[in-house]
Each structure stands twice: as structure tokens, then as C-alpha cells.
């Protein structure tokens, strides 16, 4: 088999490859230069599944830097995103788990994905916006795919600092005037409330000391 082509897309800088006449797939320039591919070039099926496969992990950590960019995102969102956007293109899902690992693993390594400073952030985003309880929290975590060690372990650290009761006295005073206007007297108010807090995770105990 020879390469019969090696055209620029529209609207990209990736190379598109032509293989006997036909299109095959397309590349960045990076691995033509490193390849050393040209038109004329002889080539086999294994080199051209070689070639193919760096191509879609090439594209694979742009997609995923692009995504971290908006936000940052655990390893099992990440995982999660890749192996759908690959089970969607019809890869084998054995080869697809094999090229997303590698892929988690490099943007590791680099510091993108960093699910113990991700977990930090989003503790503190879940306590200051959302008034959230430490049960509820650990929730969030869990299904952002943070395991169970690693959120006990912020969650205890953060709580050393930020007294469960400081949130509770802060959602209460935000709450408030809300649940007050639902009430028809004070015993009604107080029941409301602790169902609210109970509803959002805060334990009995600490309910009744801050009420």
C-alpha cells in the first residue's frame, strides 16, 4: 500500500492521509514530521492501524484539555467521557479502556487531573454556595467517582477547620424568613426547620444544639 495523499483539513491543522487513492483517517502534523510520511511512501496495514491509533490518542488529550479547561474534572469524569466519545466511534472496548488509561496517565502525570486539589475546591464550593452538610458533600464526591478514603479524609480535615455548626447557623439565618412565611406558629417553624436540615444531611444532634 502507498500513500497517494497528504492534505491539509479545512478548518483544522490536522493532516488527512490517503492511502492508494482512498481517505483514511487524519493526523496532526507532529506525527507526520515524526513518522516520516510522504506521498509515495510504502506502508503496511499494522503502520497504518499504528499511525491511526496515535492520531485518535493525539485527539483524544486535546478533546481533554479542552474539557478540563471549562472546568476541572476527576479521573472518573474524564474516564467516563472518553470511553463514551470511543464506544460512540465503534473502537473495541478492550482497546478502548487500554488508550484511555494511557490518556489518564499522562494527564496525570502533568498535573491536569488531580482529583485530591479537585476535591479541595469543590468542598469548599459546596460549603460557601450551597450550605451543604458534610454527608452531602461526601455524595457530590462519591458520584464525581473521588473515592470513599480520600473524601473521608478532606472531609475530617475541613470539618477541623469549619465547625458543622457555623454552617447550620448560616443556612438557618438564609432560610429563615422563608421557612417562617410556610409556618403557622413557632412550634410549626421549628419543625419545618429541622426537617430542612435533616433533608440536608446535617446530623440530629447538631441540629438540636444550634436551634
Request: glycine share 4%; hydrophobic share 35%.
Amino acid at each position: 500500500m502507498t500513500i497517494t495523499g497528504l492534505r491539509k483539513l479545512l478548518r483544522s491543522s490536522r493532516i488527512a492521509i490517503h492511502v492508494d487513492g482512498e481517505y483514511r483517517f487524519a493526523v496532526d502534523p507532529s506525527l507526520v514530521l515524526e513518522e516520516q510520511l510522504f506521498v509515495g511512501k510504502t506502508v503496511s496495514e499494522e503502520e497504518l492501524a499504528s499511525y491511526q491509533l496515535s492520531a485518535q490518542e493525539a485527539k483524544l488529550v486535546h478533546l481533554s484539555l479542552a474539557l478540563i479547561a471549562r472546568r476541572p474534572r476527576t479521573k472518573v469524569e474524564l474516564e467516563r467521557y472518553l470511553i463514551a466519545r470511543l464506544n460512540q466511534e465503534g473502537m473495541p472496548q478492550e482497546q478502548s479502556y487500554d488508550l484511555v488509561k494511557k490518556i489518564i496517565e499522562r494527564l496525570t502525570d502533568k498535573g491536569y487531573i488531580d482529583d485530591r486539589a479537585f476535591s479541595k475546591l469543590y468542598i469548599d464550593s459546596l460549603i460557601k454556595s450551597k450550605y451543604y452538610s458534610p454527608l452531602q458533600i461526601k455524595q457530590k464526591l462519591l458520584q464525581k467517582g473521588i473515592e470513599l478514603e480520600l473524601a473521608n479524609e478532606l472531609l475530617s480535615e475541613k470539618y477541623k477547620k469549619v465547625q458543622v455548626d457555623n454552617v447550620i447557623v448560616d443556612l438557618i439565618k438564609k432560610q429563615s424568613r422563608r421557612i417562617k412565611a410556610l409556618s403557622k406558629d413557632d412550634k410549626d417553624y421549628t419543625l419545618r426547620l429541622k426537617k430542612y436540615l435533616i433533608k440536608k444531611g446535617f446530623r440530629y444532634s447538631d441540629i438540636e444544639k444550634n436551634l
